[in-house]
């Protein structure tokens, strides 16, 4: 909707200053309000990679649409499939309000230049994945966005409060998923547990590294984009998650696992982070592949796109005449 | 051709008597397709009687700089509010 | 013999959702891909209301899974028309408008029917239809009348897709009983508002409707192209994988 006022370049520090004093007030930041150009720079990156994994998101769960084993079940993927499109709509809308536009922020990501979340770069591989991601996947992306629904930069905020509350059925469905097979055949069963044997560890890995490892959480956090760091949120995803499995008589792979009865925390085994180091950098089983469909469908669709335009172009002209 | 959509405000009204809200934006070639992509993104669960949209580039906004000198004036005038008079003891008012 | 027509209408709706679905995550822009999918959830539930009902009718047990994951794609009453496969945007867009054309005037008769079910769910689904209709509709006129590549590829489009509509209107004799008691429309008298609606927003389009023969259809005896057996082999593999189970 608007151009970011302020000019680039370095930062009056009595403006940074006061920026700083209003973040500590716990004030909201718009759009045209002054703001530090790290600031800005920060918020585009985390919300495009926030946008990216939407969208890039939609492609393992798409791989099962057409074989969903149930009528219900094919609905309820399709429209959880479609809301995640919605939410990267809702949240490249929050980066266009600061004057980067979407296509730009499209291009970076079909480049291989952007980031998104690492967990997309798995395969699906069979029906029980659905469960797990909606579970596992979707429930550790509700604990961080319910953080980031108090985020100081108002677009950004209002967009994951839209989103939690879209997602709430998003989580429940994964669950019910596991919970049915975790209850019928055997074979069902073995697939509920292979599932979450694959997406356990992966979805630990979504907070991000630890922050005394993270780049960028110390001043996120200082902003109050972030209100809690990686270890805090993945701590509380764990918390939650452990009671969950054994509801419905599945086994979380880590034999580490242990209840501290002081803090009531789940004590969880080390994270493999050379992992997560080789699926970010783009080695991960499936990262090409979800490029190359991001790619062809963009490439695909290029001449629908134009003809849209050139259509209006015309209208315009014939209604100005 | 760059086939770049320009970008539309959406704004739903929630229920019918309720004014229009500010939903999201959408990218749309034309105000036709702008208000069907409205619906599809923003009332997919039914949260709306009505869509406006709008070209972003239509909208005006107010400065932020100048934010205090725009609205303090409003802020020192109580006679613009229903507390600022006194009703009798006993009499409803309509609050 | 209402089960057979209400399988005609389940299946339309089943296998045109099917198809669409599989543009999820794919589509030519993101605000597309939710239009899209927003169709393709309606059709689904369309196709589950309509075969829950079929099943109730048959009276053997059958529900809308069982009717949707459990039969061979002989037993299937779809037209040709919806199984094809989707072709580039503008294919998947034209045949949809062709559809929703054919359904918005098929739905809105029976919503007059005498069977009261029936004419209750042709109401709900002739709601959905008309914003369907509404949708690609505007979008062929957008590819039709937009660039020369769009032009060329959405007259390429109608012509191959114009010849599999002569099924939409097709019906057979044992119909003729349903016809008799007000339950269903006779479908030679909506072929006439169909083409009109069709060569309106064809001419809005700049497109040219081919004057070739209609194809040989087959679809609501069960015979059907090559396509539907490999899209059914997909669609019910799981399902089929393990007999008996609840998912």
Known sequence: MSEPTQPKGSDDPAQVAAFEARIARGETIEPKDWMPERYRRQLVRMMSQHAHSEVVGMLPEGNWITRAPSLRRKISLLAKVQDEAGHGLYIYCGTETLGVDRAELIDQLLAGTAKYSSIFNYPTLTWADMGAIGWLVDGAAIVNQTMLAHASFGPYARAMVRICKEENFHKRQGYEIMATLAAGTPAQKAMAQDALDRWWWPSLMMFGPSDKESPNSAELLRWKIKQKGNDELRQRFVNLTVPQAAAIGLHIPDPLLTLDKETGDWEFGPIDWNEFMQVISGNGPCNRERLAARRKAHADGAWVRDAAVAHAAKDAARSAA | ?95 | MLFNYLLRLGDDRLVLGHRLSEWCGHGPILEEDIAAANIALDLLGQASMFLKYAGEVEGKGRDADALAYWRDETQFRNVQLVELPNGDYGFTILRQFLVSAWAYHHLGALAASADETLAGMAAKALKETRYHLRHSAEWVVRLGDGTDESHGRMQRALDELWPWTGELSWQHEVDAALRSEGIVPDLAALRGPFEAMAKEQFARATLVLPDGPMRMTGGRLGRHTEHLGHMLAEMQIVARSHPGAQW
């Open chain 2, 1 to 95: 051709m760059s086939g770049q959509w320009p970008l539309w405000e959406v704004f739903t009204q929630p229920a019918d008597g309720s004014p229009h809200e500010h939903a999201g934006s959408v990218h749309a070639p034309d105000a036709e397709m702008a208000l069907q992509n409205a619906r599809d993104v923003y009332t997919r669960r039914g949260e709306a009687v009505s869509i406006w949209v709008v070209p972003s580039s239509a909208i005006t906004a107010s400065s932020p700089a100048e934010a205090g000198p725009f609205f303090d004036p409003g802020n020192d005038k109580p006679y613009r509010h229903p507390q600022f008079y006194k009703v009798p003891r006993g009499v409803k008012s309509e609050e």
